[in-house]
Nanobody
């Protein structure tokens, strides 16, 4: 059974940092792209960042570019999202996803349950 489990969320003050982790199991993910999405209360889920299967290509939403960094662990079934200079508008449930391509929209086959990130002002 495929599972993606996120961790590392929490409460942080504006300007602070958090590191999210996503551990994937149940199949080989070394050939899968991984992505992070988020959903704030009353809003649609939005793309945050994605990374190719090799880790050589990364993609970011404009709203997080320069503040967030996505990376893959070794073996490649773990993905991280380092979040710096956090803002109150970053408050959301963050979801990890896995799919054949690092896209900013539909196309991911597997999703985690999410981890809450709350940034206080």
């Amino acid at each position: 059974q495929v599972q993606l489990v996120e961790s590392g969320g929490g409460l942080v003050q504006a300007g602070g940092s958090l590191r999210l982790s996503c551990a994937a199991s149940g199949r080989t993910f070394s050939d899968y792209a991984m992505g992070w999405f988020r959903q704030a209360p009353g809003k649609e889920r939005e793309f945050v960042s994605a990374i190719s299967w090799s880790g050589g290509s990364t993609y970011y939403a404009d709203s997080v570019k320069g503040r967030f960094t996505i990376s893959r662990g070794s073996p490649k079934n773990t993905v991280y999202l380092q979040m710096n200079s956090l803002k109150p508008e970053d408050t959301a449930v963050y979801y990890c996803a896995a799919g054949p391509r690092p896209v900013a929209g539909p196309g991911y086959d597997y999703w985690g349950q999410g981890t809450q990130v709350t940034v206080s002002s």
